[in-house]
């Protein structure tokens, strides 16, 4: 990315502690969000999921389909990069065991007109699930049922949190409503992700997104192949995308194929193409769910930077 001047919006320390101590919505915030994390790991244990330790800098991390300033360490000559997500650690740790999850901590360093969306951070966590041999219907209706879990549990012990903040906050009927990425264009035009989050009822699922708009390790839809075996979870309220996820693409022909397709070299990807041709990678599916974004949907605040403690907003600088 380009250079860009300096910005000094540092946050003064002094006066953040002091809105965390006076403004309650960050300890409300706090609690529930507590709930969030203690309530997902017991859903997924019952599943048979294994919870993993996450991954903060590897030889690899994830592209992604947007710029953001890169954030690499030099480690006696060797670059390291910081996590921007887990994805090739992830479909690594499903031939350990089939089904695993891990609270990752992602530093995406975005740009600073990002915080206007409301939902960006530089520094956030995801709940990142993968299933080997796994279809992408499995993980969405696990994702159901995971949402589901967790709004009853935080509606049933902060019924009065909710009460204050997001007092019409219902627990989503399965199955969420699903729409493909080109009906939602029809119906709505180039902003369809704003539109169908202000106008849903629930959420709802977008599908089929179109095989530029995501990365190499999203599974191209043989059938159809224009567009991938993926999908994105849309908040209602005008909330926006709390989910991505799909299946993956774990054969070498294909995945140097669609890092072509992006006009990226395979450099950058020397370990990935590495275990894809041995055949370590295998079939798997998988998602990653943003829990500051789903606290700020929980609770429905009007900036992710409220629903964590020592949040890193886009722009933003801070303890
Ligand atoms: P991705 O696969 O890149 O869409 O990331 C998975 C999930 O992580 C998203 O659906 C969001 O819930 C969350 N997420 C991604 N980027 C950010 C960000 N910059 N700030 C906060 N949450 C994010
Ligand atoms: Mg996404």
């Known amino acids: 990315m380009a250079e860009v001047e300096k910005q000094d919006r540092r946050v003064d320390s002094v ?32 599943k048979g999921f294994v919870e993993i330790l996450p991954v903060i ?79 992408r219907e499995e993980i969405m209706d696990l994702m159901e049922d995971l949402i589901i879990y967790v709004l009853k549990g935080i509606l049933t012990k902060y019924s009065g949190i909710i009460e ?29 992700e704003k539109i169908l989050s202000e106008r849903a ?8 997104i179109p ?11 043989m059938d159809n192949p224009d567009v991938l075996l993926d999908f994105d979870l849309i908040y209602p309220e005008g909330h926006g ?28 990807y020397e370990d990935y193409l590495k275990l894809a041709k041995e055949g370590l990678l295998k079939h798997s599916a998988g998602c990653g769910i943003g829990i500051e974004r789903f606290t700020k949907y929980i609770l429905d605040l009007d900036h992710v930077e409220k629903s964590r403690l020592f949040a890193k907003a886009p722009g933003k600088y801070t303890i």
Request: aromatic letters at 10%.
């Open 15 to 46: 006066e953040l502690v002091k809105t965390y101590l006076e403004d309650e919505t960050y300890s409300d915030a706090l609690l529930v969000q507590s709930e969030i994390l203690r309530l997902s790991r017991e859903f997924l244990a019952e």
């Open 164 to 192: 204050k903040y997001h007092p019409n906050l219902t627990v989503p009927k399965k199955p969420f409503q699903k729409i493909s990425v080109k009906k939602a264009k029809e119906l709505y035009g180039d902003d369809y």
């Open 57 to 135: 800098v590897s030889t690899i991390t994830d592209p992604l389909n947007h710029d953001v300033f890169e954030a690499q360490i030099d480690y006696y000559g060797n670059k390291y990069y910081v996590t921007k997500s887990m994805i090739l650690q992830k479909q690594v740790s499903v031939l350990i065991h089939d089904k695993i999850f891990s609270f990752s901590p992602n530093l995406r360093l975005e740009t600073a007109e990002k915080y206007s969306s409301g939902r960006h951070l530089i520094d956030f966590v995801q709940l990142d699930i993968e299933a080997k041999e796994t279809k």
């Open 211 to 221: 095989l530029l708009n995501r990365e190499f390790y999203d599974k191209q839809d």
């Open 241 to 268: 995308e709390g989910i991505s996820g799909g299946e993956r693409e774990h054969e070498y022909e294909q995945i140097v194929k669609r890092i072509k397709l992006k006009g990226n070299g395979l450099e950058s």
């Open 201 to 208: 009822e629930g959420p709802v699922w977008l599908i089929d």
